[in-house]
């Protein structure tokens, strides 16, 4: 089985900057792409960015200019960093990542860490 731990939300004010990461752990071949996803209170989950184990990204319009996706492939590890956060950021972030086991291809996602702007 393969597990994604999250870490690093919390409570910021608008303006501020928060580091996400996400370390996936179990029996990997291969992670093909890793990524970021939030759900905020009512509205459904939505794409933040992307990474592909060779270093191409893909960010949402959203978040442009403020948040970076980037990977630490040695360790099966990605982080966002999220700078000049705006109130409508707050949300729950929740990372996953397309898996090469030694018995399928599979999508695993981590169980979410809650980012809060606020004044």
């Known amino acids: 089985q393969v597990q994604l731990v999250e870490s690093g939300g919390g409570l910021v004010q608008p303006g501020g900057s928060l580091r996400l990461s996400c370390a996936a752990a179990?029996?990997?071949?291969?992670?093909?792409?890793m990524g970021w996803y939030r759900q905020a209170p009512g509205k459904e989950r939505e794409l933040v960015a992307t990474?592909?184990?060779?270093?191409?990204?893909n960010y949402a319009e959203s978040i442009k200019g403020r948040f970076t996706i980037s990977l630490e492939d040695s360790k099966n590890t990605w982080y966002l960093q999220m700078n000049s956060l705006k109130i409508e950021d707050t949300a729950v972030y929740l990372c996953?990542?397309?898996?090469?086991?030694?018995?399928?291809?599979?999508?695993?996602w981590g169980q979410g860490t809650q980012v809060t702007v606020s004044s």
């Open positions: 179990g029996s990997i071949v291969k992670i093909t792409v």
């Open positions: 990474i592909s184990s060779g270093g191409s990204t």
């Open positions: 996953n990542a397309d898996v090469l086991t030694a018995l399928r291809f599979s999508t695993y």
